[in-house]
C-alpha cells in the first residue's frame, strides 16, 4: 500500500482550516496546518509536502504572495503543487491573481468560498500530475473566477 | 514618458506582482540601519528610509566574484550565466540611481564594456522612490537630486497617491501585468507633484558649490588641508567602500590545492587602502595616507569631471556616515575652497533651506 500523500495548509482561518483539513483527511490526505506564512514555509522546507493550499490575506494582505516566493526559492519546494485560497476578490475586484495574470508563480488559484467538490479534485488532479512529471503543473481550465 | 498614479494603499498589491521580473530587493531594516535585501513581508519594506548602508552598486559590481573558472583538463569555463539573474530592486533614491547612470559610464559605454556589469544591469529592474533629504544629503548640490533616466519606474510622493513615471518598457510591462491598479493622473495631481518637488528642492540643508572646484582643486595640490585630514583619515576605506560610484577593484587568482584549477577573483578595492597603488618591485605611488585621501577627492571632483564632464560624487552622504573619524567630504571642500578652518568651522557652505 502506497504512503498517504501529504497536504500542508497555510491559512490563518481556524475554521477554513478545520473544515479543508477534515474534508482532505477524509479523502485520504495526510493533512498539516500553519496559520502564518513564516510557520508555513518552515514547515514546508521540513515536510516537503506533496501540494500546498495557500491563504492571501493573514496577518498582512499579501502575505500569501511573499510566503509563495520564499516557497519557490526553496529548491526542493521550486516545483510543489500550490493552490493559492483567498477572497482577496472581494476586496479587490480588479486585482488580477489568477496564474493567468503571468506573475502568480502557483499551479491554481481558486476563490474563497471555495468549492469542496472541486478543491478535492484539483488537489487529486496536481498531485498526480506532478507525481508523474516531477514538474510544475500548471493550471487547466480557468482560474475559477 | 508615460505618467500614471497608484493609490498608496495599493502598493503593496503592485509590490507582490514584481517577483514575475526578478528576485525583489527592497530597502529593509538592518540593525540601526537599511539595506536592500529581500523582504519577507510587505511590512518589511521601508518606505522612508534616509540611505542604505551600501548602495545597490553591491548589485552590479559584486563585494566579491568569480569571473571565470579554469581546470587543467576542462579548460576555461566563464561564469557569466551566473551574472545574469533577474531582479527587482524597489525603493532606489534618485542619487543612487544616478552613482548607477555614472557606472555605466565606465563599464557598460566606456572603452571597455564589462560584460558582468552589463549582464546585470540588463537584468535588474530599477523602481526609484523620492525621499526628503537629511542633514548628510546634498544631492541637489551635485545634480543628482531627481533623476530622469536609469529606471524602470519612479515613484513620487503626491499625498494619498504615488505619480508614477514609466521609463522603459519593461515598466510598463509591470504597469500592463498590475490590471487596472494604476489610474491616470489629475491636473490637480500634477500640482501637488511640483508642489512637493519644489519643497523638496528646498529642504536641503546641506550644500557645496561645484563651480570650479576641479580648477581650486588644481590650485591646492600641495595644501595642507591634505596632511590634516590624513591625521585624522584611518585608511580603513568605508568611505570608498559606501560609495555609489566607487568601483576600484582587484583581481586574483585563486588556485586549488591541486594546483590544476582554480577561479579569476574579482573583489573591491579602495584607494584608501597601502596596497592600492603597490606595483611589482615594491614600488607605491601613492605611499603616503594623504597622497591617497587627496587621490580619492581628485578622482572623483576633478578627474572624472575632465573625463566624463561631472564629478562622479552624487551627494548621498553615506561616506560621512560611515567614515569612524568623522571626516566629511562637505567640510573638506569647503576648506579647500578657503571657506571654513582645518577644523571644519564652516562659514559657508551648509546653508539653512529657507
Redesign the interface.
Known sequence: MSEPKSVLIIDDDPDFVHAVGELLASSGYQVSTASN??EGLDLAKRLQPDLILLDVMMS????G??TL??IRDVPALAETPVIVISSIYSD?P???VSPE???L?ASLFLPKPVDPARLIAESARLIAASAATGAHVPQAGSSGR | MKILKIPKK?L??F???L??FGE?YAPVRRGSGYAFDR?????DVQMDYPRTILPPRKFFLPPREATFAFDAREGYRDLLREAAVRRVLFGVHAYDIFGLNILDRVFAEGKFPDPYYIARRQNTAIIGIDFQPDDKHFARSMNADFVDSGFDLFLSDIGDHFLVLVGTSRGDDMVV?????LEQPTEADFAEYKRRSGLRRAAYHTQVELGDLPEILEMEYHSQVWDDVATRCLSCGSCSMVCPTCYCFDVNDEVGLEGRSGQRIRSWDSCLFKTHALVAGGENFRQSRASRIKFRFYHKQRGFVAEYGRPSCVGCGRCAAACPAGIDIITVITTIRGQADAHGDRTVGVAAAH
Do not use: N
Open positions: 506564512g513564516r498582512e494582505r499579501t502575505e504572495f511573499f516566493e520564499q479587490h480588479v486585482f488580477k495574470a503571468g506573475w508563480p | 495599493d503593496d498589491l509590490v507582490s506582482i517577483p514575475a525583489l523582504p519577507a513581508s510587505w511590512s501585468m498590475s490590471g487596472c491598479l
